[in-house]
């Protein structure tokens, strides 16, 4: 086991589990019953949608302040992808 923040995925009729981040990997719903400081939505299972979680929990990337956003709010552009080495 290594050091740091404990993440926990939560995947279609999962429950939250606690933790120090939670991810809801289908809806946004199940966030709302988490204890986790930190809840993040990932709408998809895609490369791409893991790739944009993976840099948001490494600093690379800001997520946006709210899930859903306000009926009518645009999301901010994001930032391009880092560089794969």
Same mark, same amino acid.
């Given at each position: 086991?290594?050091?740091?923040?404990? =993440?926990? &995925?939560?995947? !279609? *009729?999962?429950?939250? +589990?606690?933790? /120090?981040?939670?991810? #809801?990997?289908? @809806?946004?719903?199940?966030?709302?019953?988490?204890?986790?400081? =930190?809840? &993040?939505?990932? !709408? *998809?299972?895609?490369? +791409?949608?893991? /790739?944009?979680?993976? #840099?948001?929990? @490494?600093?690379?990337?800001?997520?946006?302040?709210?899930?859903?956003?306000?009926?009518?709010?645009?999301?901010?552009?994001? +930032?391009?992808?880092?560089?794969?080495?």
């Amino acid at each position: 086991m290594g050091t740091g923040p404990l =993440v926990n &995925l939560i995947g !279609y *009729g999962g429950k939250p +589990a606690g933790g /120090d981040i939670e991810v #809801a990997l289908d @809806a946004p719903w199940t966030l709302q019953a988490s204890p986790a400081p =930190v809840r &993040l939505a990932l !709408y *998809g299972r895609s490369d +791409a949608a893991f /790739d944009a979680l993976a #840099a948001v929990l @490494a600093g690379r990337r800001r997520h946006p302040e709210s899930c859903p956003p306000p009926s009518g709010m645009s999301l901010p552009e994001p +930032a391009a992808p880092p560089e794969r080495v």
